[in-house]
């Protein structure tokens, strides 16, 4: 592998060199969710073919997937801090690829599980390496835009998971769909790694990096030092936990409560996180920036704000008869449920020194996934199971609604955080 005394100055790139990485990131991380979130709308026919309940396909969604991703996730990142990052991404990239393409091929639930285990297992060599990239190409004044920049690979890959998945099911069927993504990502895997360079850790940085890899037991006593990161991190997981059970949960809500074919719902959902998602994550990196600069508190009052007005949004979507109504009530809360990624992903990389970013930033997915994925995905299912016999078709909606009280948890944990980011910015 290369060393960090081979790695690229990321100062000496050209701003257009910088923006080509970027892009290259975010199309990866769009692969990442289209493989990730690609479940969510074939849930209804992998329901109907393998005769899954609401719960096995919540565990097949959520703890199947965040189980080894969120275990794996910070031996990878140890690793990315310590050799060439690029190198980790690309064969994380073929391995999540290849079984995603391996899903199509099962015939029941634990061949499905245990496939989806393994796209986790490849997914946890992708994120975290890529946050500690864009903090090394981008200085501090533009990272909460870049790493928001980064974050649209998750409406981008959710909507394209989403549309791709009920289009290829539609014409073809779900099993198809698995193969056909999976195929893509492994033919990406090589030009990724051909185009972006290893930078320098810490050259944007005025203090640098020590050039020493810190062990894991100094990462968690630098992290445990440091109260933000931790309110952040159950903040963002428990925002996560509504999130991430709508991403996987909205389709088939479309499909049993406003009778929408598979395709439809695709089509409907797939535009609600590509508008709002982008929306969002945009307008959360740019606000941080813009204030974040003077008061480093913003970076976690902005996403508490947010969190809080998701609620009335929400509620007025789920409980509209209309579909078209309900369609531009959802575009709201979408895109504010996500304006806590560029604030949040910037200040996890500003509480550790350079040298410690991509474990620190796999210690906050290990947080976020195992809580986020792992429990709210198969909460909302199980919620939705023991609701069915009182309101049949409609027992997602109550789900959903009674998901909304997790947001008002995350506000909370943020507003207390706001208070110490300030003294724990490094």
């Known amino acids: 592998m290369q060393n960090n005394n081979e790695a690229t100055d990321p100062a000496a790139?050209?701003?257009?060199?910088?923006?080509?990485?970027l892009a290259m990131l975010v199309l990866v991380y769009t692969f990442n969710f289209i493989d990730r979130q690609i479940v969510g709308i074939l849930a209804v026919p992998i329901k109907a073919d393998l005769g899954l309940t609401d719960?096995?396909?919540g565990l097949m969604g959520g703890l199947a997937f965040a189980l080894f991703y969120t275990l794996l996730g910070i031996p990878i990142a140890m690793?990315?801090?310590r050799s060439n990052r690029t190198a980790i991404m690309t064969v994380a990239l073929v391995f999540w690829s290849a079984m995603t393409a391996v899903c199509g091929f099962a015939q029941n639930f634990w061949q499905l599980f245990l496939a989806r285990l393994g796209v986790g297992v490849g997914e946890a060599g992708?994120?975290?390496p890529a946050y500690s990239l864009v903090a090394d190409y981008f200085p501090p004044h533009q990272r909460a835009r870049a790493l928001g920049v980064y974050s649209f690979g998750v409406p981008i890959g959710s909507s394209l998971g989403i549309l791709f998945g009920g289009v290829i099911a539609s014409l073809v069927d779900w099993r198809t769909a698995f193969i056909v993504v999976g195929v893509a990502g492994i033919v990406l895997a090589p030009i990724f790694k051909l185009v972006v360079r290893e930078p320098v850790r810490g050259g944007f940085d005025a203090k640098g990096s020590?050039?020493?890899?810190a062990s894991f037991g100094e990462v968690m006593r630098m992290l445990l030092s440091k109260p933000s990161f931790w309110g952040l991190s159950f903040g963002a997981s428990a925002s996560s936990m509504m999130g991430y059970g709508m991403f996987f949960?909205?389709?088939?809500?479309?499909?049993r409560s406003y009778q929408l074919t598979l395709l439809e719902a695709s089509l409907y959902y797939g535009a609600i996180l590509l508008v709002g998602g982008i929306a969002g994550i945009w307008m959360g990196g740019s606000l941080a920036d813009r204030f974040g600069a003077a008061r480093k508190r913003a970076y976690a009052i902005i996403p508490a704000v947010a969190f809080l007005a998701t609620i009335p949004f929400y509620i007025a979507a789920v409980t509209s008869h209309s579909l078209a109504v309900s369609f531009v009530l959802f575009l709201v809360p979408t895109a504010l449920g996500l304006v806590w990624l560029g604030p949040v992903l910037s200040s996890i990389q500003h509480v550790v020194p350079p040298q410690m970013r991509a474990t620190a930033s796999a210690v906050f997915?290990?947080?976020n996934n195992l809580i986020g994925i792992g429990l709210g995905t198969v909460a909302l299912g199980a919620l939705s199971d023991a609701l069915s016999a009182q309101f049949g078709a409609n027992s997602l909606r109550y789900a959903i609604l009674a998901g909304t009280v997790f947001y008002l948890v995350a506000a909370s944990l943020f507003l207390l955080s706001?208070?110490?980011?300030?003294t724990d910015w490094v």
Not at 249 to 255: D, E, I, N, T
Not at 418 to 422: I, P, Y
């Open 249 to 255: 949960w909205l389709p088939s809500f479309f499909v």
């Open 13 to 21: 790139e050209s701003p257009r060199y910088r923006l080509v990485v």
């Open 365 to 367: 997915l290990f947080v």
């Open 79 to 81: 690793l990315a801090d």
């Open 55 to 57: 719960t096995q396909l």
């Open 418 to 422: 706001a208070k110490r980011l300030e």
């Open 126 to 128: 992708g994120v975290a």
């Open 210 to 213: 020590t050039g020493k890899p």
